[in-house]
């Protein structure tokens, strides 16, 4: 099982050493800020020079830590790198003043300035600041992280969403992981296992074996639990697995039912899926703590898909009641339901944004498979994708990428895991060692 080092809480799972910040803050608010909307199409250029090595075992990370940081940022579509040929000044001690009219020279707007030491105990010290160069001024504080060096991708990480937070003034999501379902073999005959990575594909740890099919596996909101739906009895039951030890008990397990696509409530508390029972599909919430359910729908039509609104008051769930697959929300206790969804095809697998502002869903319309975006009143729909299939989106942890999966045409047709900005650019896949599906993010720091 990945190890990560933690803060000691829940959501950690491992120690963390999150050291306070060790300067005083120098002045004001900073004036670079990079706003984040649907018109953004220049990429904001910053420098990110290798971090300085303070001691001998700190050089063995130096470069990696700023490597990867600015694989982050670049990644995201909002950033730009400058690379160090191009590079006027160095940074040769941390301690030491920046020569902000260089980095200008070259157009840096923002400048990631870090050293590493390696302490006793196989532990690493990364401390960093982040400055606006035009302004002449560092944005923030200067912060440093302690963990185990062999965490440092963990650590390159944090150091990414803390720029990424001070610049946009958003959360980053590059500390998050990815559950999904690893794919093996032909079309028609694939082995299927759950699988968890670090969001940008490394780090890659199987949890389950291939000798049963599963399905839709989601973290809980402190990221230490999963659901998933497995067929190992034959029939589809929900599970719930701990993810440190990967110890799992099943949730739903009556005669004669069905049971599948589970999401957590907002809370953790409780579990909300679809019970197949008698020929019949509706929506059922079940208390993790007395382990009792309760029936949210009824009605004839095929009802599942269901996620909660972020403030566990609302449901948007996927049903035919209509005649084909259309969106609906309703209240989390049940009752009258609401169709969102009216544009022309078949809408499924609703996700509601963390930022509660969107629902991202899958839409066939015209042989196509897209992935689309729309207001909670269905307005503003909006197509992301379009291929030949794709389908399943799940929302980064601070609602500005989707990752989905996507199988191409054919005998050979395999499923990979793409992922994409709410506005629909930076489209680019995400890479795993076999076929994957059914991707599912954590929380930050899950």
Do not use: C
Not at 87 to 103: A, L, M
Not at 326 to 347: C, E, H, I, T, W
């Amino acid at each position: 099982m990945m190890r990560y080092f933690g803060k000691g809480t829940l959501l950690f799972r491992l120690v963390l050493l999150i050291q306070l910040a060790f300067f005083a803050t120098l002045g004001a608010a900073a004036p670079l800020r990079l706003e984040i909307t649907e018109g953004v199409v220049e990429p904001l250029a910053f420098a990110a020079p290798a971090f300085i090595a303070e001691n001998a075992g700190g050089a063995d990370y130096a470069s990696q830590l700023a490597e990867l940081v600015v694989q982050d940022l670049t990644s995201s579509g909002l950033f730009r790198a400058i690379p160090s040929r191009a590079h006027i000044s160095k940074i040769t001690s941390f301690s030491s003043p920046v020569q902000f009219s260089d980095w200008a020279a070259i157009n840096a707007q923002a400048l990631i300035a870090g050293a590493v030491t390696a302490e006793a105990g196989g532990q690493i010290t990364v401390k960093f600041r982040v400055y606006d160069v035009f302004a002449g001024q560092e944005m923030g504080q200067g912060l440093q992280f302690t963990g185990r060096a062999d965490g440092w991708r963990r650590i390159a990480h944090k150091v990414a969403d803390v720029v990424y937070s001070r610049i946009t003034g958003e959360t980053g999501y590059f500390d998050s992981r990815v559950v999904f379902v690893s794919e093996t073999g032909r079309k028609g005959s694939r082995k299927k296992r759950l699988a968890v990575m670090d969001y940008d594909g490394e780090n890659v740890q199987y949890l389950t074996d291939s000798s049963a099919l599963v399905l839709a596996p989601r973290f809980s909101p402190s990221g230490d639990k999963l659901l998933y739906t497995s067929y190992e009895s034959g029939f589809p039951r929900i599970y719930l697995m701990d993810v440190g030890s990967a110890r799992r008990r099943v949730l739903q397990n009556s005669n004669g039912t069905m049971s599948f696509a589970p999401r957590f409530s907002p809370d953790g508390n409780s579990v909300v899926y679809s019970l197949e029972k008698g020929g019949n599909t509706d929506i059922y919430i079940m208390s993790l703590s007395s382990g009792k359910q309760r029936r949210l729908t009824n009605s004839p039509a095929i009802e599942t898909a269901p996620s909660f609104s972020p403030d566990g008051t609302q449901v948007v769930f996927e049903s035919d009641r209509s005649g084909d697959p259309q969106l609906y929300v309703m209240p989390a206790r049940g009752g009258s339901a609401k169709r969102v969804s009216f544009g022309n095809g078949r809408y499924g697998t609703p996700v509601w944004s963390p930022r509660g502002d969107m629902i991202a869903f899958t839409k066939q319309s015209k042989g196509r498979f897209h992935i689309g975006v729309m207001r909670v009143d269905g307005s503003q729909e909006r197509l992301l994708t379009a291929s030949f299939l794709d389908e399943g989106p799940s929302w980064s942890p601070n609602g500005r990428v989707i990752m989905f999966a996507r199988e191409t045409q054919g005998a050979n047709g395999a499923s990979s895991l793409y992922s994409v900005d709410v506005s629909g650019r930076n489209l680019k896949p995400v890479r795993t060692p076999d076929g994957a599906s059914d991707p599912a993010w954590s929380p930050l720091g899950g």
